[in-house]
């Protein structure tokens, strides 16, 4: 621990703007906030890490066993991240609201507002910050997620609203109403996920117990999707353990890199519950017919049973009204 986190409280309680600015009016609602952090902008170009997941569930790399998904008792140590990382995590972004947020990308949705040291842009990267915090040993995820909040509004003056807009989406659909793809199947009530708490401080965390699965090899944690093992694509071979449908359809266009997916995509496959898929595709492109796309709706189809059809469709955005560089420790 550096010797300026001990000495930076951050306010007991600070004031949430966001659905007072969007509904037009004064009704601020209180958050916790951690006892201690500091902010430090980085700029050594080193490795990146965190000790507490910042994602929302959108993973994008290989998960090991002993990866752990929780609030790690309390005390967070995020390391080289752009600050767009810790909004996905404070208010819990799709991967829609995620992407709507860093590039403004998807048709008909309003810009973000974000500025370029906060996202990064095509032609220069984002500003990078460590971020140490500690909480009450029993933290959880989402009781984190209020306090980066709080703590994005004292040290950045970070400030937001929430806003709708009908926009073109893809609709996420069944191909044969009630009939699933090899690939996607229901979890099994026999695959146990651990709890969202932090381990015992005189034991070891436990590694997520994995199971065989007929669908193929899964990330070994609950509630995630991350790439899986392959021989022949391995960037873009995907898997999820115990994931509602509507996370992977939010996910659909980070997983693609947007080229295949240009759209937002809503989830209308009518399927509640948890699943467990794996979904493997080409992303080789013919420079005459651009097949990539063709290639993965293939596969969704193929795989999961499922296709993507043009709609309209209301999607939820954040937008900043208001962002600075941090103030000292």
């Not at 703007?17 to 609602?29: C, K, L």
């Not at 752990?68 to 972004?93: D, K, M, N």
């Not at 048709?107 to 032609?123: C, E, I, N």
Request: some cysteine.
């Amino acid at each position: 621990m550096k010797a300026a986190l001990a000495h930076t409280p951050v306010l007991a309680l600070t004031m949430l703007m966001a659905a007072s600015a969007a509904h037009g009016q004064a009704s601020p609602t209180p958050l916790p906030a951690f006892d201690v952090a500091s902010v430090r902008q980085n700029k050594t170009n080193g490795p990146q890490h965190s000790n507490v997941p910042l994602d929302s569930g959108n993973v994008y790399s290989t998960l090991s066993p002993q990866d752990s998904r929780t609030a790690a008792g309390g005390f967070l140590v995020a390391i080289h991240q752009p600050l767009w990382r810790y909004i996905t995590f404070a208010y819990h972004l799709s991967g829609t609201q995620e992407l709507a947020l860093r590039f403004s990308y998807f048709s008909g949705l309003p810009k973000s507002g974000a500025p370029d040291w906060v996202t990064g842009s095509f032609t220069a990267p984002a500003e990078f910050f460590d971020i140490e915090a500690r909480a009450a040993p029993g933290t959880t995820l989402d009781q984190m997620r209020l306090m980066m909040q709080a703590l994005l509004a004292e040290r950045f003056h970070f400030a937001l609203h929430r806003q709708t807009a009908e926009a073109p989406v893809f609709a996420l659909v069944l191909v044969h109403p009630g009939v699933s793809g090899p690939n996607l199947r229901p979890h099994p009530a026999t695959d146990v996920c651990p709890p969202d708490k932090p381990p015992v401080a005189s034991a070891p965390p436990q590694a997520s117990p994995v199971t065989h699965s007929p669908v193929g090899d899964l990330p070994p944690v609950c509630g995630v999707i991350a790439h899986v093992p392959s021989t022949k694509n391995p960037r873009s071979s995907f898997g999820g353990r115990a994931v509602p449908l509507s996370l992977l359809a939010t996910s659909l266009p980070t997983m693609t890199g947007m080229a295949a997916v240009p759209r937002p995509v809503v989830d209308q496959t009518g399927l509640a519950g948890l699943y467990d898929f794996t979904l493997n595709w080409s992303q080789s492109s013919d420079p005459e017919t651009g097949d990539a796309a063709a290639s993965f709706r293939q596969a969704l189809k193929d795989q999961l049973g499922l296709e993507l059809r043009p709609t309209r469709a209301p999607i939820d955005v954040l937008i900043i009204d208001h962002v600075e560089h941090p103030t000292d420790n």
